[in-house]
């Protein structure tokens, strides 16, 4: 069974600050992704990563995949209110396995960020 | 383009009832799933579908039923409703069983009394 350990579980900053939210594993992954959910709304996707040392940035957020493939970050810089929501990583299948694109989540981050 | 729906977005249930959740794609996309969301616990895999006519169970099956008769429709049965299948359910599809991106209905909220 493959799990993903995701930290903190909260978050509570203010304006401007910077934070780093973390995924690991003790399983590789073929590729990795980072959602977004707000209260009352289903998962969006932010990202997918597929390449060990990949590093993706969507404006102010920039995502990480470990070079072996079994962790990830999630980083941003000078969060603002608008990025209050919670954050899941989401593995998907393992190296040479058939997953049909089934997904492993991580306990999610909520993030608040106070004005 | 609707992408993913689902409905209702709201039920209660007295326990032993049956119910069905119905999620409807319109991304002609080959896979479909049915997860179920607890607080602290992230989302876990209830079934899923490979295509049309095909279901497999996921990580926590047990109380659950579905059935994908259309490539657009992946429906979610409980036969005996239980309090402990209060949850928030999502619907999600993917056109690709590697990469695993998935896209998200609205989710249903199910509260079992």
């Given amino acids: 069974t493959q799990l993903l350990e995701q930290s903190p579980q909260f978050l509570s900053i203010q304006e401007g600050e910077n934070l780093t939210v973390y995924c690991n594993s003790s ?3 073929s590729s990795l992704q980072w959602y977004r959910q707000e209260p009352g709304e289903g998962p969006v996707l932010l990202v997918t990563v597929v390449t060990g040392g990949e590093v993706k940035k969507l404006k102010r957020l920039t995502f990480q995949f470990g070079d072996a493939r079994k962790d990830s970050s999630l980083h941003i810089t000078a969060a603002q209110p608008g990025d209050t929501g919670l ?7 393992n190296a040479g396995g058939t997953s049909y694109g089934k997904l ?11 004005p | 383009n609707a992408g993913v729906t689902q409905t209702p977005k709201f039920r209660v249930l007295k ?9 409807a794609q319109d991304m002609n996309h080959e896979y479909m799933y049915w997860y179920r969301q607890d607080p602290g616990m992230g989302l876990r895999l209830i079934h ?17 039923n579905v059935s994908r008769l259309k490539k657009q429709n992946f429906l979610l049965g409980l036969e005996s409703a239980a309090p402990s299948q209060t949850s928030v359910y999502f619907c999600a599809s993917s056109y690709s069983r590697h990469v695993g991106e998935q896209y998200f209905g609205p989710g249903t909220r199910l509260t079992v009394t």
């Fill in chain 1, 27 to 29: 399983s590789v992954f």
């Fill in chain 1, 87 to 93: 954050y899941l990583c989401a593995g998907a299948g």
């Fill in chain 1, 104 to 114: 492993t989540f991580g306990q999610g981050t909520i993030l608040t960020v106070h």
């Fill in chain 2, 15 to 23: 326990t032993g009832q049956s119910m069905t959740l119905l999620c």
């Fill in chain 2, 48 to 64: 899923y579908s490979v295509g049309e006519g095909t279901t497999a169970k996921g990580e926590v099956p047990d109380g659950y």
